[in-house]
């Protein structure tokens, strides 16, 4: 299966161009589900359709759907309560019954996460085309699977795990309960999902579709884009401009002048401005956009060795020396860009050297690392 990731600021019409671009696969005869989590129906006023939490067969070879956060977040909670029903007891709380639930911030981008696993899963489709939310958000989200395991295993590492028989002796000698079975039964069902998506988004065939509208700030919203994607080793598919005008010479040719500028400055797939919000299949097949070109050229992040001297390259396009923080913990590297951080593992050859130093050149991160003699084998 493959997956496109459609990214870009709000108002850029990203929802209206991942449905343009799932309805260009399908009429080449691509199996293709298009992926919203938006609460409005924005994707279904695109196509023409109304969408919901069951998906809908738009034609053939189109299915779109937009899970209903609100389903999964309730059945999740009332199963946490079954669980917990003797820690709720303790502490005198009382139940919410499932008419009074209400998602929580996230839980749409959360619930979209996982019906990307779920469609990964079911092997129905050949192409995934995902709506992600604003550029901001949509970085967040992700990152959310390897912080999230990264969380489970650092409060609840394996070893503790291991040791759930002697839990109640522990419990009585310490004078406090232990963690419940259920508790780590629930931290393992989470980390296996979220190696699921983890899985989907480091496939070779997953890659970020990036969607703006060229102006200043849409050339902000695209240096970002791609700074966060790169530090996340996720692909840019293609970046398309939309909404783009026709050369004009009366009282647009202010604007249309100042998306040439920025049109210049990028290598992107223009999408032209159709002189109304489009709807509909007709209209969505009049953007033209360009084809899904899957897998694409991937993030690669070289070791390479001169003189005894490792250098770890990382792209890190539009990156500002200012901005820029290392720091070694042990095994990784936490990498701190602008907004955007990320707690990088070490390659095994780098973890049994000491960084030297680094630079930032031409959009690429060179960190400098020299073995250890002490943990570097002696025959080298």
Not at 239 to 246: G, Q
Not at 261 to 288: I, Q, T, Y
């Given at each position: 299966?493959?997956t496109?990731?459609?990214?870009?600021?709000?108002?850029?019409?990203?929802?209206?161009?991942a449905?343009?671009t799932?309805?260009?696969?399908?009429?080449?005869?691509?199996?293709t589900?298009?992926?919203?989590?938006?609460?409005?129906?924005?994707?279904?006023?695109?196509?023409?359709?109304?969408?919901?939490?069951?998906?809908?067969?738009?034609?053939?070879?189109?299915?779109?759907?937009?899970?209903?956060?609100?389903?999964?977040?309730r059945?999740?909670?009332?199963?946490?309560?079954?669980?917990?029903?003797?820690?709720?007891?303790?502490?005198?709380?009382?139940?919410?019954?499932?008419?009074?639930?209400?998602?929580?911030?996230?839980?749409?981008?959360?619930?979209?996460?996982?019906?990307?696993?779920?469609?990964?899963?079911?092997?129905?489709?050949?192409?995934?085309?995902?709506?992600?939310?604003?550029?901001p958000?949509?970085?967040?989200?992700?990152?959310l699977?390897?912080?999230?395991?990264?969380?489970?295993?650092?409060?609840?590492?394996?070893e503790r795990?291991?040791?759930r028989?002697?839990?109640?002796?522990?419990?009585?000698?310490?004078?406090?309960?232990?963690?419940?079975?259920?508790?780590?039964?629930a931290?393992?069902?989470?980390?296996?999902?979220?190696?699921?998506?983890?899985?989907?988004?480091?496939?070779?065939?997953?890659?970020?579709?990036?969607?703006?509208?060229p102006?200043?700030?849409?050339?902000?919203?695209?240096?970002?884009?791609?700074?966060g994607?790169?530090?996340?080793?996720?692909?840019v598919?293609?970046?398309?401009a939309?909404?783009?005008?026709?050369?004009?010479?009366?009282?647009?040719?202010?604007p249309?002048?100042?998306?040439?500028?920025?049109?210049?400055?990028?290598?992107?797939?223009?999408?032209?401005?159709?002189?109304?919000?489009?709807?509909?299949?007709?209209?969505?097949?009049?953007?033209?956009?360009?084809?899904?070109?899957?897998p694409?050229?991937?993030?690669?992040w070289?070791?390479?060795?001169?003189?005894?001297v490792?250098?770890?390259?990382?792209?890190l396009?539009?990156?500002?020396?200012?901005?820029?923080d290392?720091?070694?913990?042990?095994?990784?590297?936490?990498?701190t860009?602008?907004?955007?951080?990320?707690?990088?593992?070490?390659?095994?050859?780098?973890?049994?050297?000491?960084?030297?130093?680094?630079?930032?050149?031409?959009?690429?991160?060179?960190?400098?690392?020299?073995?250890?003699?002490?943990?570097?084998?002696?025959?080298?």
């Amino acid at each position: 299966m493959r997956t496109l990731l459609v990214a870009g600021p709000g108002g850029s019409g990203r929802t209206t161009l991942a449905a343009a671009t799932a309805l260009e696969a399908s009429l080449a005869g691509t199996r293709t589900l298009v992926l919203s989590a938006d609460r409005g129906d924005s994707l279904g006023a695109a196509l023409g359709v109304v969408t919901g939490d069951k998906p809908l067969a738009v034609s053939e070879f189109l299915t779109a759907w937009r899970p209903d956060a609100s389903l999964g977040f309730r059945d999740d909670l009332l199963r946490f309560q079954e669980k917990a029903t003797g820690a709720l007891d303790l502490l005198g709380a009382s139940r919410l019954e499932g008419e009074e639930m209400t998602p929580l911030p996230g839980a749409e981008e959360l619930n979209l996460l996982r019906a990307l696993r779920d469609a990964a899963l079911s092997e129905r489709f050949e192409l995934v085309v995902v709506d992600l939310p604003a550029i901001p958000q949509a970085l967040s989200l992700l990152a959310l699977p390897e912080e999230l395991r990264r969380y489970i295993r650092r409060l609840l590492p394996a070893e503790r795990q291991a040791a759930r028989a002697l839990r109640p002796v522990l419990g009585r000698l310490a004078g406090v309960p232990m963690p419940a079975e259920w508790l780590y039964e629930a931290a393992g069902k989470w980390a296996g999902e979220l190696a699921a998506v983890e899985a989907v988004l480091a496939d070779p065939g997953t890659a970020v579709r990036i969607v703006a509208e060229p102006g200043p700030t849409g050339a902000d919203a695209v240096r970002d884009a791609r700074l966060g994607l790169a530090l996340r080793r996720l692909p840019v598919e293609a970046l398309v401009a939309n909404r783009v005008l026709p050369d004009e010479t009366g009282w647009l040719a202010a604007p249309v002048a100042q998306q040439r500028k920025v049109l210049d400055e990028w290598n992107a797939d223009p999408v032209p401005h159709l002189g109304r919000d489009p709807r509909g299949l007709d209209d969505l097949r009049d953007l033209a956009v360009p084809p899904v070109t899957l897998p694409a050229h991937p993030v690669e992040w070289p070791v390479t060795e001169q003189d005894g001297v490792f250098v770890w390259t990382l792209p890190l396009p539009g990156a500002v020396r200012g901005e820029l923080d290392l720091i070694r913990r042990g095994d990784e590297l936490v990498v701190t860009v602008g907004q955007f951080r990320r707690i990088v593992p070490l390659p095994s050859a780098l973890r049994r050297c000491t960084v030297e130093g680094a630079s930032l050149r031409d959009g690429e991160l060179r960190t400098r690392f020299v073995p250890d003699p002490e943990l570097w084998p002696k025959d080298r």
